[in-house]
């Protein structure tokens, strides 16, 4: 299957979600074939892997005008992809072929996930705009919860590449424990 891709900035893993202003004639097209289609692919713009590269894969979930006219599209991550074939098409669009690929097998909560996702509840009802395009809905999955904190961290792209292969979730785990451990949050205060 071919997509057209969307080169950007923007780290995301499955199910998460993202606003995208769209202003370029380019990408106002990728837009009307992506809701007609099959979506398309965002891929992480620089890309820093060590192989094919890896997009994410999204549904477009509802749209909307900004103040300034251009047009507001909140997207959905519906999975992963890896890319190849790239080319541009006459309007200076990007198109490759995918091949969808998995990510993280499902896993259980443990009393570490459990606080991951408190503090993620409570950041979410600190941020209007999380609140609003995730429509207040919170899924109370450790791979969901992980996944959401690591679009959210503020670590360079080049090194959240890692967490697109489907055997990085220990790791995630890892930085996320890390990361509380930094900022002298201890566990037992977050139950």
């Not at 477009?60 to 190849?84: E, M, P, Q, W």
Request: aromatic content about 10%; hydrophobic content about 45%.
């Amino acid at each position: 299957m071919k997509l057209p891709i969307f080169p950007l900035p923007v780290f995301m893993l499955p199910q998460g979600m993202t606003r995208l202003k769209i202003f370029e004639p380019r990408y106002l097209k990728m837009v009307k074939i992506g809701s007609k289609e099959n979506g398309f692919a965002i891929l992480l713009d620089p890309w820093h892997g060590d192989s094919m590269p890896v997009a994410s894969w999204v549904e477009i979930i509802n749209f909307g005008t900004g103040d300034d006219g251009f047009l507001l599209l909140d997207v959905r991550c519906k999975g992963l992809v890896a890319i190849s074939a790239a080319y541009r098409d006459q309007d200076n669009l990007m198109w490759a072929s995918i091949a969808p690929l998995e990510h993280w097998p499902e896993h259980r909560h443990d009393q570490l996930t459990r606080v991951f996702s408190q503090l993620l509840q409570a950041f979410f009802m600190q941020s209007e705009g999380l609140t609003g395009l995730y429509s207040g809905s919170f899924i109370d999955q450790p791979n969901w919860v992980l996944a959401r904190w690591l679009e959210l961290l503020p670590v360079a792209n080049q090194h959240k590449v890692h967490f697109l292969k489907a055997s990085s979730y220990d790791s995630a785990l890892l930085l996320l424990s890390m990361i509380l451990s930094e900022n002298n949050l201890r566990l037992s205060d977050l139950k």
